[in-house]
């Protein structure tokens, strides 16, 4: 069996094309900064410490700061993971009380159980006709912050993994009456600055405090994000204090140099390369229009479900009458095209597109969906799957977080489970949002959910390899 290593330079000799992370798309001529071996140093003389940051860092965290157009901006090179937990920690204080979008991203859940935190979630809406999550009903996040005046900050996730954008400007008027500031997961939206084709930043948005994975959209390498500070409610040095404790002692240079350069590059030819890009996607949406069997979701969604915008970088390509599953999407693309969706669903597939992007691979994408769309046209419909996910049923919360995955626990087979209380996060991966969180009960729609998951073959995380649940021991 060939190591890592060797696994790595196998694939990069094939033609597989890469529609997922990292923005850079493997593309050599996207980055101007290729790191070598000899470039990988640590805090040496005249090279500065992340950690305190004075010389050329401080510099480089300053030049972001100054393209993004924000008060304070940080450089993480443990992901936006990292950034969640310390923009949490540094707006709620220990044992204090969260507004969270119930589909944030894990890293939030974790920062509720490191820092001992009461969360109160906010559902976002359902849009049946895709079967995706929608955005955030303002109503409910000015009444949840009504029936909970003693929660000290609100986080929502905008835009989504599948590019839905809820109203964060409304929230942040709502957040900043109450008197609390807005945390914005905007992982997948480093690009949304860059070209007026892509919705507004939460930046320009009023959010207090955004983040940014700019390895999923932007030209730099996996791992790097930024913490963006943008108003005085929420305290420069508590951001500080703890990046540096959820980021390692030993920070890349490698990938600090990354999102330097790739900081660098955007302020050079930025406006090039994106006017570039917004015209190879705005042609491919062109293409694909001639579908007639498959379906390619676009702006028709704005409007509904609370959708305040919709990012067209992000490519949901479904079959709503059910002749060919997202599953079935999946791998017809992989293997009879070698093209590596982001992500697979029973309903549809994602591709995550980026300025590192050809037109080749464009059309490559373009050339596939037509022809798999031609071969549909004969087919019996058959019942769309919709179990891509929606919080239509929430589960009932029994126990808190904390308490649920610290105490005794039991695996106990699937169908044995409901009624029970979890005490794992259970999620469909990618991209990790838990649909059962430790201390909610596990109901029988959840274990006949979570099977049909299983069955249509997807990554369910949360499981043993028995596929046993874990369950608080009664």
Known sequence: M???????????????????????????????????????????????????????????????????????TLFSVNG??????????????????????RNCHKAVYHAVYLRQLV??????????????????????VEQALKENPDASAVIITSPTYDGIVSDVGGIAEICHEA?????????????????????????????????????KTLPSMTQTALLHRNSARVSSELLHRFMGMYQSSSPSYPLMASIDSCICQLERSGDKLFTTYV???????????????????????????????????????????????????????????????EMETPGYVLA?????????GFQRFADAILEMDASLKDLEKRNASRTNGGWRKPPVRKMKLQQAMDCPRELVKLQ?????????????????????????EISGEWVTYIQNCLEEGLDVHGLSPDLKMGVVYE
């Not at 992370?21 to 992340?50: A, C, Q, W």
């Open 179 to 215: 008197g609390v500031p807005l945390i914005v997961d905007e992982a997948h939206g480093a690009h949304f600055i860059f070209h007026s084709y892509f919705p507004d930043s939460a930046l320009q948005k009023g959010a207090d405090v955004v983040i940014q994975s700019i390895h």
């Open 279 to 341: 015209n190879f996607v705005d042609n491919f949406y062109k293409i694909v229009k001639q579908c007639g069997q498959l379906s390619i979701v676009g702006r028709e969604i704005v409007g509904t479900a609370a959708i305040y915008d919709w990012d067209a970088s992000k490519v949901i390509v479904t079959d709503r009458d059910g002749r060919i599953s997202g599953k079935e999407l999946y791998r017809l693309l992989l293997e009879k095209y070698h093209l590596q969706m």
């Open 2 to 72: 060939k190591n890592l290593a060797e696994q790595l330079k196998n694939y990069s000799q094939k033609d597989y094309y890469p529609f997922h992370m990292p923005g850079h798309k493997r593309n050599p001529f996207s980055v101007e900064y290729k790191p070598s071996i000899e470039t990988d140093i640590t805090e040496i003389e005249g090279f500065d410490n992340l950690h305190h940051a004075e010389g050329v860092i401080l510099e480089a965290q300053q030049r972001a700061a100054s393209l993004f157009h924000t008060q304070e």
């Open 119 to 140: 969360p109160v979630y906010l559902y976002p809406e359902w849009e049946p006709h895709y079967g995706l999550n929608g955005g955030m009903d303002l109503q409910k």
């Open 416 to 440: 044995d489970a409901a009624g029970r209380i979890s005490s794992e996060f259970v999620s469909l991966y990618p991209p990790g949002i838990p649909l059962i969180v430790p201390g909610e």
């Open 352 to 360: 995550i597109t980026s300025v590192g992007d050809t037109k080749e």
């Open 80 to 101: 936006s993971t990292a950034a969640l937990l310390s923009a949490i920690s540094a707006c709620v204080p220990a044992g204090g009380k969260l507004l969270m979008a």
